[in-house]
């Protein structure tokens, strides 16, 4: 085997794409292709859980902060539900996503940390759970009251 999969993983990635290409199945780095498989998925994942935290913290801010509102939280608002609505439509096993109470309360988690850093209003302001439905917060146009 060539380079090292912890000495550099772009030319390790370049070396077995090569073995795969070629059939040479026997040379390839089997463990750290099956995990490097995986870490495309998590990091799908990361990215929807993060614009989603993004999207949380805009709405957060504009049902807390209504003397602030302004296009660039609406301009912001819009831009993540549109990614999210993508990435949703090119990934559609993330959709699974979307019922996980976990991933939720990650999601939430940074929200409120997000909003709490860029209001100033203490976390303990925040719910403790969102309370908005899936269809309400990826709803175009939808904001709080």
């Known amino acids: 085997m060539g380079t090292a ?3 550099d993983v772009i030319a390790w990635a370049n070396e077995q794409a090569a ?3 070629s059939g040479q199945l026997s040379a390839i780095d089997i463990e750290n292709i099956a995990e490097e498989i995986l870490d495309v998925g998590k ?4 990215e929807l859980e993060s614009r989603m935290a993004v999207l949380l913290a805009h709405l957060l801010k504009w049902k807390f902060q ?8 609406e301009e912001t608002i819009d831009t993540q539900r549109s990614r999210i609505e993508r990435r949703l439509r090119k990934t ?3 959709k699974a996503s979307l019922s ?3 991933w939720w309360a990650d999601a939430w988690d940074d929200a409120m940390d997000e909003a709490s850093k860029e209001t100033g209003i203490s976390r303990k302001t925040f719910p403790k759970n969102c309370s908005w439905t ?6 175009d146009g939808w904001l709080p009251a």
Request: net charge negative; hydrophobic share 25%; no cysteine.
């Open 43 to 46: 990091s799908e994942q990361r």
């Open 66 to 73: 209504p003397e602030r509102r302004g296009s660039s939280w």
């Open 19 to 21: 073995l795969l290409r």
């Open 92 to 94: 559609p096993s993330l």
């Open 134 to 139: 899936v269809e309400e917060i990826l709803t």
């Open 100 to 102: 996980d109470a976990d």
């Open 5 to 7: 999969y912890e000495t």
